[in-house]
């Protein structure tokens, strides 16, 4: 990545810690054993690095170290869950319950299941936030295997896990989380806010892409899945085949670092977005901010410039790395599904555009950032105003 671009797109990817490339970086070379090969000395090596790695994520999250199982990411981890559960578990009565601003992951995964079982959608309110008054109405009805995001990937909304999960657990629902953007990024006890089953992604807390977790709860209470692939063992028959022993050290290692850093990027990364959001607002006195009013997912803003075409304005700022939305349906040229079910529509979320700061971001950054983009904006205010005047 070039020196002179300053990558503000954290919610999509994270750049890798170099500490967690350090640790993954001997298991592709001198210890490169299969985790599953017992009989010597290399595969041992191997499999206690991947049950070391399964205990520094369930310290994480407060969870169990046996409740961890590896897999691709948090997209694999969701249908496991999700399909899993429900295949397993109920017996027609039930009903799954989901909110519109979901990840596609989950979204995708509610409507695959929706042509076997019943499907609820909670309501939410303008900053992206769960009703659980809509929640409580669903759960007086039937029990429900009730899948929520921690926050939302676009606008950085967060959802009060504790109140939905001590909800969840006195109606005798099951609870799913999609923490694939809080993971590492605030506190989650999956005990403390009754969780059952939480997703989680490595290269969303710097560490590598194409590995992630889920996390089973095994009492209080059990909860069984269905397996959704077919081969060996591994990983309590959930996600059977070789294990990523380098992706899973990875992982690992990120988990160990984010619950050590985690109080001190929080802080510094909310400075970092405050200063963009404070600049931001003086100079362009007409942005419109979304999502919550006050405290959202660290790093997120997602904010609208009236009268602008947030694609084009980034083509022409090719020093950031910034985007309009998801990076999961950036391909499409539509405003995501998040914007409109927010009332975000039409040419307002065609202006939109999302800032993700992550810990290795500076003040210099943000300050060059914000500069350019605002520059950007008056010169093309400009010359559409030159335009229109033109007889």
Sequence with gaps: MS???????????????????????????NDFANAASFSHAPGRKA??????????????????V????????????????????????????????????????????????SEKYQVEYIKVNSSGEVDLNSLREILLKQKCLVSIQHANNEVGSVNNLREIGIMCRHYGSILHVDAAQTAGKVGIDVEKMCIDLLSL????IY????????????RNPRIRLTKQMYGGKQEREYRPGTLNVPGIVGLGKAAELASKRM???????????????QVLSTELPDVIFNGPAGKGLPGNLNFTVPGLDARELLCELPQLAMS?????????????HVLRALGIVGDKAL?????GINRFNTVEEIDRAVELLVNKVIDIRQKTARVEHLP
């Design 207 to 218: 560490g590598p892409k194409g590995v992630g977790a889920l996390y089973v709860r095994r």
């Design 351 to 355: 202006a939109t555009l999302r800032v």
């Design 66 to 113: 046996k409740d961890i199982i590896f897999t691709s990411g948090a997209t694999e981890s969701i249908n496991l869950a999700l399909k899993g559960y429900a295949e397993f578990n109920f017996k027609g009565e039930e009903t799954i319950v989901s909110s519109p601003l979901e990840h596609k992951a989950v979204i995708e995964a509610v409507e695959y299941l």
């Design 3 to 29: 020196e002179d671009l300053i990558y503000l797109d954290a919610n999509a990817t994270t750049p890798v810690d170099p500490e967690v490339l350090e640790a993954m970086l001997p298991f592709f070379q």
């Design 263 to 277: 109080l001190a990027d929080e802080e510094k990364i909310n400075k970092l977005t405050e200063k963009f959001k």
């Design 324 to 336: 309009t939305g998801s990076a999961c349906t950036s391909e499409l040229s539509e405003p995501s």
């Design 47 to 64: 499999s206690d690095a991947v049950e070391q790695a399964r205990e520094n994520v369930a310290k994480l999250i407060g969870a169990e």
């Design 201 to 204: 992604s490595a290269h969303k």
